[in-house]
């Protein structure tokens, strides 16, 4: 089975501080990407990365950087977080390639509250 | 720009009954379509997945059909149940992937 891990499920920051979301996969996939999820709103997409070292801004990137440097782990960084940033964090996977299905595979979510 | 559309936003149905969830797109030239059933507070669970070259898939009491000439994905749910009330979503995969708002069901006993 695959499985999109991410490193929490509740998480509550201050104001200002960097704020580190992980997301790891464990089935070789190509692709991740990050997204928030807001009551009204949607899914949006945050960032994209096609293969390790690669990024590809999302429709909402502002306040926001992504770091791929091994295939199976894509975190999201806020690099100085606000409140307008409180929401639910969604990763996931995605293989890709000739002959690959092109199935996208989710992580639990972050529920992330800036106060 | 890729447009997803959910029709209809929220539905409310008896037990038993058969139902479906609409999905429409704008661009054509997609990979796949697929569907996720996600319950309050919890991630995205994959449903059906239909490629690009086929027409529909099944799994279980569900069906999901493809037109991709006219944009337009359903979602079928034969004889529904209580444990089938969650937010329905629809995934569009081209490089990205872009989704509809989804559709919350509630079947009520």
């Known amino acids: 089975d695959v499985k999109v891990t991410q490193s929490s499920r509740y998480l509550v920051k201050r104001t200002g501080e960097k704020v580190f979301l992980e997301c790891v996969q464990d089935?070789?996939?190509?692709?991740m990407f990050w997204y928030r999820q807001d009551p009204g709103l949607g899914l949006r997409l945050i960032y994209f990365?096609?293969?390790?070292?690669m990024k590809e801004k999302g429709d909402i990137p502002e306040g926001y950087s992504v770091s791929r440097e091994k295939k199976e782990r894509f975190s999201l960084i806020l690099e100085s977080a606000s409140t307008n940033q409180t929401s639910m964090y969604l990763c996931a996977s995605r293989s890709w390639g000739q002959g690959r299905s092109y199935e996208q595979y989710f992580g639990p979510g972050t529920r992330l509250t800036v106060t | 720009k890729q447009e997803v559309t959910q029709i209809p936003a929220a539905l409310s149905v008896p037990e038993g009954e058969n139902l479906v969830l609409n999905c429409s797109f704008t661009d054509s030239a997609i990979y796949n379509l697929q569907w996720f059933r996600q319950d309050p507070g919890k991630g995205l669970t994959s449903l059906l997945l239909i490629q690009s070259s086929q027409r529909e898939q099944t799994s279980g009491r569900l069906n999901a059909s493809l037109d991709k000439s006219s944009g337009r994905s359903t979602l079928y749910i034969a004889a529904s149940q209580p444990g089938d009330s969650a937010t329905y979503l629809c995934?569009?995969?081209?490089?990205?992937?872009?989704f509809g708002a989804g559709t919350r069901l509630t079947v009520k006993p």
């Open positions: 995934a569009v995969n081209n490089n990205d992937m872009r």
């Open positions: 990365s096609y293969d390790v070292k």
């Open positions: 089935m070789d996939h190509e692709n």
